[in-house]
């Protein structure tokens, strides 16, 4: 009886302890637990890094390529109007072309076209100045390169058809004491003239120095 009661007091003691080890496991293993909820909670709560550098880098490329689409087409709009105001006399069918030109050094330049009625025939063109002398197919070939870089129509001003003449003819402008021109414009009756004459003496020009007949250009 004895052994038999030292035994069951022994098996209570080792149940008490199994008891107490098994509660604070429990314990233990819920800290563990609510440990890890809190983890990831905090792991839930947190915001995504958001880069703003490359958003506002998007943003500017974006910005970018519309203003490099609205220069592009403000530079065709431009360049479109450019060609519309600026025609080659070659292109506008002139019926006749007759430039006369004084330089400072008292040398006169002829420059000639009259578009021939067939398209065989030759157009009648003179080129003439110092000791040059172009006549025939040889002048209408060079008076028609000539024309296709001569930028004027009927409504050009004295000082405009100056620069025209100066950059096509290879004159320079401070060279030019005086120049006469006279084209025969299709859609207008009458030619139309420019009469330029270089300033005296630092005087500006004077009606009687200049003369354009707008007659014709107001129509």
């Known amino acids: ?106 040398s006169q330049w002829t420059f000639t076209y009259t578009p021939a009625e067939n398209e065989d025939d030759t157009p009648d063109a003179t080129v003439s100045g110092d000791d040059l002398e172009l006549e025939g197919e040889e002048a209408a070939e060079e008076m028609e390169a000539y024309l296709s870089d001569f930028m004027i129509d009927a409504a050009s001003d004295e000082e405009e058809v100056l620069t025209a003449v100066a950059d096509t003819f290879d004159f320079s402008e401070e060279d030019i004491e005086s120049y006469d021109l006279t084209i025969d414009f299709p859609e207008h009756e009458d030619a139309t003239e420019w009469s330029w004459q270089a300033e005296d003496d630092g005087e500006g020009n004077d009606e009687n120095d200049v003369g354009f007949d707008t007659e014709d250009n107001n129509e």
């Open 1 to 106: 009886m004895k052994k038999f009661t030292i035994s069951m007091t022994t098996t209570a003691a080792l149940l008490t302890l199994a008891a107490c080890n098994g509660g604070e496991n429990d314990e233990a293993n819920n800290g563990n637990n609510l440990g890890g909820e809190n983890n990831q909670e905090e792991e839930v709560n947190e915001e995504p890094e958001v880069d703003m550098a490359d958003n506002n880098k998007n943003d500017n490329e974006i910005n970018n390529n519309d203003d490099l689409e609205t220069n592009d087409e403000t530079n065709e709009l431009n360049n479109d109007m450019d060609e519309e105001e600026s025609e080659a006399v070659m292109d506008q069918d002139v019926e006749d072309f007759d430039l006369n030109v004084t330089l400072v050094d008292d």
